[in-house]
């Protein structure tokens, strides 16, 4: 079974950084691509950042580029989001997703964490 | 790519016919998925390719759509699908979700 794990959410000031971790398993981690998803507060879904199986590839929304570096350990079946730079917009429930393939032919995410709350504020 | 998803809520009744459409405003093929997302939780994907059913969804929920123009139908509606759906596009980055519908018990 698929388990996606969020970890490093909190309360952070504005033009701070955090570190978000996802711990995968029930899967063979390397041979697929993971994302990114974020949610405010009431608010629908947005897409944040997205890699390849090997971390080689990485892709992220305008809104984020520059502050914000989606990565990947494959020998810790890990997945990271470091955030700098944060704002008041940046409030969410950020969710890890796994992709339904390694990077090419994606079908979209298949599996899904429970998310963590990241909260900017002074 | 933008994402139009109408209507953003509806009010239905159990045994109802539901359908919700989602625009893109480039082809994507049938790169899109749906997703049903119940307060509080995480999303959970329903259909793939446009029109294919995730494994273990009831088969009342059907997708269909090539290009822009998407659907998702829910044939029957039952008292557990009062919740938001989202349409994703995923054949261009920044992949991109419909702004959700929120299904509501009339």
């Known amino acids: 079974e698929v388990q996606l794990l969020e970890s490093g959410g909190g309360l952070v000031q504005p033009g701070g950084s955090l570190r978000l971790s996802c711990a995968a398993s029930g899967f063979t981690f390397m041979n697929y691509a993971m994302g990114w998803v974020r949610q405010a507060p009431g608010k629908g879904l947005e897409w944040v950042s997205g890699?390849?199986?090997?971390?080689?590839?990485?892709h992220s929304a305008d809104s984020v580029k520059g502050r914000f570096t989606i990565s990947r350990d494959n020998s810790k079946n890990t997945l990271y989001l470091q955030m700098d730079s944060l704002r008041a917009e940046d409030t969410a429930i950020y969710y890890c997703?796994?992709?339904?393939?390694?990077?090419?032919?994606?079908?979209?995410?298949?599996?899904w964490g429970q998310g963590t709350l990241v909260t900017v504020s002074s | 790519i933008q994402m139009t998803q109408s209507p953003s809520s509806l009010s239905a009744s159990v045994g109802d016919r539901v359908t919700i459409t989602c625009r893109a405003s480039?082809?994507?093929?049938?790169?899109l998925a749906w997703y049903q997302q119940k307060p509080g939780k995480a999303p959970q994907r329903l259909i793939y390719?446009?029109?294919s059913l995730q494994s273990g969804v009831p088969s009342r929920f059907s997708g269909s759509g090539y290009g822009t123009e998407f659907t998702l139908t829910i044939r029957s509606l039952q008292p557990e699908d009062f919740a938001t759906y989202y349409c994703l596009q995923h054949n261009f980055y920044p992949w991109t979700f419909g702004q959700g519908t929120k299904v509501e018990i009339k």
């Open positions: 890699l390849s199986g090997s971390g080689g590839i990485t």
């Open positions: 997703a796994k992709d339904s393939t390694y990077y090419y032919d994606s079908s979209g995410y298949d599996s």
């Open positions: 480039l082809g994507i093929r049938n790169d």
């Open positions: 390719a446009a029109s």
